[in-house]
């Protein structure tokens, strides 16, 4: 009988790949599989929020629609605009027609943008959440040693036309360890 050897978490690094198929499969499946659990509920408050503006942006545009249908039609008996008239106003006269005619056009077309928007939105931090897993599997194999330091010092840069030294250009030469 072969005994399976147990996963060593302290040396296990998670594959790119894996993860990247993780979080287009499931938004949050890839930060999982990276065992990045803090960033859970900053993606998941984005698509419940972003959902959430959805389907109420959706139904006040629903409830102009129908008002702005319902003024434009003449007929009293359809009177779903009445919900959102001015405080103190009781009825729409001929006067004041128009002006809400264009007030229940504007906030159904800006309803409809908002509700748009959030979907785009919402497609942003699901494309997001599938970047974030992906580079941060590929940089948990990022070594990063002790020896971080940058080395500045003054260069004389030698265009090799002439054997002359004294026609270089002086210059700073930075040196990057890590």
Known sequence: MIK?????????RPDPKRAL???LVLPGAGQIYNRKFWK????YGGIVGC???????????????????DISDGNPATDS???FLH?????INELTDTRYKELFRNRKDRFRR???????????VYALSVIDAYVDASLSEFDISNDLSLRVSPAVINNG??????????????????
């Not at 399976?4 to 296990?12: E, N, Y």
């Open 114 to 124: 908002w509700r748009d928007m959030s979907f785009f939105v919402l497609v942003g």
């Open 51 to 69: 959902v959430y503006a959805m389907s109420w942006n959706n139904g006040m545009y629903h409830d102009y629609a129908q008002a702005y249908i």
């Open 87 to 91: 405080i103190g106003t009781t009825s």
């Open 161 to 178: 036309a002439t054997s002359n030294p004294l026609q270089g250009a002086v210059g700073v030469n930075c040196s990057l360890t890590f």
């Open 21 to 23: 198929w993780m979080a």
């Open 40 to 43: 859970l509920p900053i993606f």
């Open 81 to 83: 605009y009445n919900k």
């Open 4 to 12: 399976k050897q147990k996963r060593d978490w302290a040396t296990w």
